[in-house]
């Protein structure tokens, strides 16, 4: 199942946030042939303007970045009522949930900032992405808010 719109439902809008260009491009690629509607950021800062102004149903999330770090940008997004309940799914080579829970806890925990809603360990597997989408409830037909 992808997540091509249904008649009078609009696509699901994913904001992929990597500072690796290629990994934004090859993102973009899967989820748009998978019917998604793709915006790509570099940066934080690039990130947060476009939560603002575009809206995204999901975001996929790098936690290493240089400058302002995933993390401290995932915190930032879970602070704001505005987009505390907007679904985070962290893609990384750090991803691996045990790995990322250490470090959650001394960051995120300490701070009272909720676990993300999924990892997703890089290289990404595409039936495993879909499915993570999927299981969030945005990759159905019409899946948007």
Not at 22 to 47: P, Q, S
Request: aromatic fraction near 4%; hydrophobic fraction near 40%.
């Amino acid at each position: 199942m992808c997540a091509e719109p249904s008649p009078g439902n609009r696509p699901v809008k994913v904001l992929v946030v990597d500072d690796e260009e290629d990994i934004v491009e090859y993102l973009r690629t899967v989820l748009e042939d998978n019917g998604f509607e793709v915006e790509g950021a570099l940066r934080a800062d690039e990130a947060l303007a476009k939560i603002s102004g575009w809206r995204p149903d999901l975001v996929l999330l790098d936690i290493l970045m240089p400058r302002h770090s995933g993390l401290s940008l995932y915190e930032e997004i879970r602070r704001d009522p505005a987009t505390s309940s907007l679904p985070i799914l962290i893609v990384s080579g750090y991803a691996r949930p045990e790995e990322f829970q250490k470090m959650e806890s001394g960051l995120l925990g300490e701070a009272g900032v909720p676990a993300p809603d999924g990892y997703l360990e890089k290289p990404i597997s595409v039936p495993v992405l879909l499915d993570a989408i999927r299981g969030l409830g945005r990759g159905k037909p019409g899946g948007g808010p």
